[in-house]
Structures are given as C-alpha cells and as structure tokens.
C-alpha cells in the first residue's frame, strides 16, 4: 500500500470558521508533511513532523495549526483563514531518510469566502 | 541554497513526438533528484528517481540520468501519449536529516491527438 489518503477533497471555510484537514499514511513512514500549492507554482513546504514531533515550521501563520496524533495520521486545524489563504493542501509522507521519496496524497481543494 | 531551473514551457507536442524536459540543479553536496507529475486536479505522483551519480531513472517510458558533470537531471520520453498531458515538476532533496524537498516552477506538457 503506497497510498496517502485526504479528507475532504473539498472545503468552502468562511473566514470566521474553524475547520481540520486529515491525512492518513499506513505505509509506517515516520516523516509527514503539510505542502500549500497555489495555481501554476510549486508546492511550498508549511511543516514538517518526524516521529510525531514537529521538525520544520516555514514561518507559517498561527492560524495554520498542525497537529500529528500518531504515526499515521497528521491533521491541519484552520481557524481565521483569509481568501489568499485558498489553495490545494497536499499531505505527503515519507521514511525518515535524505534520498527517500515523499509519496503525495491527492490535495483538499480549499476555499475561503 | 539549493535551487532546480526547469524550462516553463507550455510545452505543446503531437502525440508520438519525443519529449524533453530540461531541469538543472544547484545543491551542496549530493542531493537526490526527482521528477513528479501532476495530472489535473490531483496530487503529485512520483514519476522517477535517482539518488546519485550516473544512475538513471525509469518509470513509464519516461528517463533522466543524473549528471553530476553539468549538475543536470533532464526528462525524456520517446512517443509522448495523449495521457501524458501534465505538469511535470524537477525536485532534489539534500541529503542527511534535511526533509525539504526543493522544486523547480513547473512544465505544463500539452500533447495533442
């Protein structure tokens, strides 16, 4: 199983709503990863958790709250988003090692009215 | 820092033509390269790998070879398919304990009947 699965596939947030994104993993990697992607651009890495702890934080906005329960799943809590903020949020996961690859899940389209 | 430069294209062929992607790299040390595809409202997929020099990578008709000599990681493909039509993203990661995967802007290939 190589699957990275996302839910929901699609989410319309107001800007005073509080809303979470879920990724699920049960390839036994240890590393998982939050990625923002606007229209027509790279992904751009938000966090990154190794062993259930956070390793990485781009400078991401409070508002962006990630949280990894356990080793295969990682949660993003959205609270006060702003309309720049509506993107695809892709999930990725990988073993913890320099060469590996990370293996993506297929994105929770987000909109923020 | 690290950095990838990829021809942006669009890149517009008939079906059965022969595809290149051109993707140079800049890094410390010796990254692993990457090619991901991202076919239209999806996540990314791992197209091929290679994690040093001289090796090449292979995955559905699609090749690249890792040079170290000219810091290059080009796509190739012979009979491109309507099926193809994607973008296709050049990546590297660093090697030891660095997660971050380091992507170039991007190529839309559009391949017509």
């Known amino acids: 199983d190589t699957e990275v699965t996302q839910t929901p596939k699609h989410l319309v947030m107001g800007m005073t709503n509080k809303k979470s994104l879920k990724c699920e993993q049960h390839m036994g990697h240890r590393a998982m990863y939050w990625y923002k992607q606007k229209a027509k651009k790279p992904p751009e890495l938000m966090f990154v958790y190794s062993y259930e702890k956070l390793s990485i934080n781009e400078s991401v906005p409070s508002r962006f709250s990630p949280e990894c329960p356990n080793s295969s799943l990682l949660n993003l809590h959205l609270h006060a988003l702003q309309p720049e903020d509506s993107a695809l949020y892709l999930c990725?996961?990988?073993?913890?090692?320099?060469?590996?690859?990370?293996?993506f899940g297929p994105g929770t389209r987000l909109t923020v009215t | 820092g690290d950095s990838v430069t990829q021809m942006e294209g669009p890149v517009t062929l008939s079906e059965e033509a022969f595809l290149t992607i051109n993707c140079t790299y800049t890094a410390t040390g010796y990254p692993s390269l990457f090619w991901y595809v991202q076919y239209p409202g999806e996540g990314l997929q791992l197209l091929l790998k290679a994690t040093k020099a001289d090796d090449k990578g292979s995955n559905k008709g699609f090749e690249a070879t890792y040079r170290k000599e000219t810091t290059s990681f080009h796509l190739e493909k012979g009979s491109v398919q309507v099926s193809d039509s994607a973008v296709y993203f050049c990546?590297?990661?660093?090697?030891?304990?660095?997660?971050?995967?380091?992507f170039g802007k991007g190529t839309l290939l559009t391949v017509n009947p």
């Open positions: 990546a590297l990661r660093s090697g030891g304990s660095n997660y971050k995967l380091t």
């Open positions: 990725a996961s990988s073993r913890v090692s320099g060469s590996d690859e990370q293996y």
